[in-house]
């Protein structure tokens, strides 16, 4: 099996998002990643508010979630690797993409590459492996050609 993904737009975008399958794949041939599934789901303002506040405890939207399948000690083993979920807020990534001069283009890249880095399992809650995460989500977008 190869590496396979889905793309649930929930939101109903209204622009091209075809250039993720670029971004997605540089993110998975870098870290080396084979036989693995997720998925993105594209989501509005009070689903990812109703999301982190279940889950994170955080009663607020905020612009990417990510559920790392296996971060769970109960993971099955399995020939194909279920990594596991991102949600990605359309709506606040374009607020972030106006207020941060991106492109939607780079805005919905950036949230893609750091959503797929969490499942891989990266973090960033020191400033060591933020620097890390970080310095390889901008790598690999600039591979991408997708820079701010």
Do not use: W
């Not at 036989?35 to 990812?48: G, M, P, T």
């Not at 359309?90 to 492109?103: F, L, N, V």
């Amino acid at each position: 099996m190869k590496n396979t993904y889905e793309i649930n737009d929930l939101v109903n975008v209204d622009f091209d998002y075809t250039y993720l399958d670029d971004v997605i794949k540089r993110v998975l041939k870098h870290e080396k990643v084979k036989n693995a599934y997720f998925s993105i789901i594209f989501v509005d303002l009070k689903e990812i508010e109703r999301i982190n506040k279940e889950y994170r405890g955080i009663d607020r939207a905020t612009d990417v979630i990510s559920f790392a399948l296996e971060d769970n000690p109960d993971k099955i083993n399995s020939d194909i690797r279920i990594l596991g979920d991102i949600y990605i807020c359309i709506p606040k990534m374009i607020e972030q993409a106006h207020t941060y001069g991106h492109s939607i283009k780079r805005e919905l890249s950036f949230l893609t590459v750091h959503g797929m880095l969490h499942l891989l399992g990266y973090d960033h809650m020191n400033k060591e492996d933020e620097k890390i995460m970080f310095g390889l989500q901008e790598l690999i977008l600039n591979e991408a050609g997708t820079t701010r």
